[in-house]
């Protein structure tokens, strides 16, 4: 079994910058895939970033796309989302996860979070206008 463990989050005003990150523990993939999803109240939860950990290929969703930064510290066991530019619209639940997947070759990560098998505890962030 992973266990993530999340930190950072917390309230901005629009324009400003947060970054979070995940601790992996237990069982840990150097060839699986991980990534950031958020829940805005009301909403469904929707992938934000995502990042195969054999390669670092990355996968942002449009509506981050130039503003938010995945990456991996593997001596750290540790994943980081940090992002710029935040406006309300990023307000909600930011969860990290990781898949339970062994690719190889050039492989890119879903934003599905169905595919995601471990999650962390979750941490919000709030934006203001």
């Known amino acids: 079994e992973m266990q993530l463990e999340q930190s950072g989050g917390g309230s901005v005003q629009t324009g400003g910058s947060l970054t979070l990150s995940c601790v992996a523990s237990g069982y840990t993939n150097r060839r699986n895939c991980m990534g950031w999803f958020r829940q805005a109240p009301g909403k469904e939860r929707e992938g934000v970033a995502v990042?195969?950990?054999?390669?670092?290929?990355?996968t942002y969703a449009d509506s981050v796309k130039g503003r938010f930064t995945i990456s991996q510290d593997n001596a750290k066991n540790t994943m980081y989302l940090q992002m710029n530019s935040l406006n309300p619209e990023d307000t909600g639940m930011y969860y990290c996860a990781a898949d339970k997947g062994n690719y190889w070759g050039l492989y890119y990560c879903g934003l599905g979070s169905i595919e995601y098998d471990y999650w962390g505890q979750g941490t919000q962030v709030t934006v203001s206008s």
């Open positions: 990042i195969y950990s054999g390669g670092r290929s990355t």
